[in-house]
């Protein structure tokens, strides 16, 4: 990175503040959102798929 002009800066670790129970309605929900979301970011490779 050096070689590019960029310093290498230290990051702390992220820690886990809780753990997510996805067998809740607000874990459906938030299951359903990012599903959505994901089949609109990716409708091309999708239907690409589809039709092999």
């Known amino acids: 990175m050096k070689d590019y ?3 290498l800066v230290h ?3 992220i820690k886990v ?3 997510l129970d996805l067998s809740t309605s ?3 929900q938030i ?3 990012e599903t959505s979301l994901i089949k ?3 409708a ?3 239907a690409k ?3 092999l």
């Open 11 to 13: 990051r702390p670790a």
């Open 44 to 46: 091309k490779t999708l």
């Open 40 to 42: 609109l970011r990716q």
């Open 31 to 33: 299951v359903r959102s």
């Open 17 to 19: 503040k809780s753990d």
């Open 49 to 51: 798929l589809a039709t």
């Open 5 to 7: 002009g960029v310093k």
């Open 26 to 28: 607000e874990g459906r």
